[in-house]
């Protein structure tokens, strides 16, 4: 008898421990989530709010100076402001190049950062060494000044035209369309793809590759089965990042891109100033919003499923 209440005594204690523990814990984590919602979430909120026509409150003076601020109509709001951005001509071609500009690039910076990681992972030496390290020269360089450059190598009076002209070969002039701005984000995003995909990699343990290599397994059954499943995680974070980063990107589309059709952070940004048509830009921000968070879900997605393999839930 004794015995059992001594039990039921410390099992009461684990518990209150493990009660103030998770208490505790929840109080070291609510100040920056208050600073994501009073910061991140009010803002977004608010800014939802106006396009649907509320423009009163904080959004007031901002209705004030936009022009075709489309007003609420119902209790809820109206949905004008997404009808005319969605039936304006330009709106499909923007969105259309930045999918199609996101998807290419992403696809090769994957590819590129995979094939960089595990020439780096298998065969390894001073030249990967030396080709890893030059890859991430990117990463220390400002987006400002990468557009610069590619302007200036790939411009119609650049560098490569230039030399190119000595030897009676046209060079094709790449600035001012798409493939320019493919090429941009690819040089911007590569370094931080390298570093996630080598990561994942270089945990890979050396006893599976060596037993999958003692099994008859070639090079290419190895990276499919053993390497790339281990480090699927990382990977799946590479490319979600590398999407939304590239989705919303500015400064490389606004120096290397055409003016129509251009990608959406662009035109958001005609939009909300030399247009002054606030509503319509903040529309489209929502619109690459919801993309992003489809993307977005892969990385929830990828995290859950490691998760579970592992047995944290």
Not at 136 to 160: M, Q, W
Request: positive net charge; proline residues 5%.
């Amino acid at each position: 008898m004794t015995k059992s209440k001594e039990v039921s005594a410390s099992d009461n204690l684990a518990v209150k421990k493990t009660a103030r523990l998770s208490l505790l814990g929840f109080f070291m984590a609510l100040p920056p989530v208050l600073v994501i919602l009073f910061f991140i979430g009010g803002p977004i909120l608010l800014a939802f709010s106006f396009t649907l026509g509320f423009t009163t409150g904080p959004n007031e003076i901002v209705a004030l100076i936009g022009q075709e601020i489309y007003t609420k109509t119902n209790w809820w709001g109206t949905l004008e402001a997404y009808k005319s951005v969605f039936s304006d001509s330009r709106f499909p071609g923007n969105l259309k190049a930045t999918i199609e500009i996101t998807f290419i690039a992403t696809t090769l910076v994957i590819l590129l950062a995979l094939g960089m990681a595990i020439y780096q992972r298998i065969i390894g030496g001073r030249l990967a060494s030396i080709l890893v390290a030059l890859s991430l020269v990117p990463l220390f360089v400002p987006v400002v000044i990468s557009a610069f450059a590619i302007r200036t190598f790939y411009d119609g009076t650049g560098f490569f035209k230039t030399i190119f002209y000595h030897f009676g070969i046209t060079f094709p002039t790449l600035t001012m369309t798409n493939n320019a701005v493919t090429i941009g984000v690819i040089w911007t995003s590569l370094p931080f793809a390298i570093l996630m995909i080598s990561s994942g990699l270089q945990s890979v343990p050396d006893a599976l590759i060596e037993a999958a290599q003692d099994a008859g397994a070639g090079f290419m059954r190895i990276i499919a089965t053993v390497m790339i499943p281990l480090a699927f995680v990382p990977i799946v974070i590479a490319t979600t990042f590398t999407a939304i980063g590239i989705m919303g990107s500015f400064t490389i589309p606004y120096f290397l891109g055409a003016n129509q059709p251009t990608m959406l952070g662009v035109e958001i940004s005609n939009f909300f100033g030399p247009y002054n048509r606030p509503q319509h830009s903040i529309v489209m921000a929502f619109v690459i919003f919801v993309a992003a968070s489809g993307i977005g879900f892969f990385y929830i997605w990828a995290n859950v499923r490691s998760a579970k393999q592992s047995g944290r839930i």
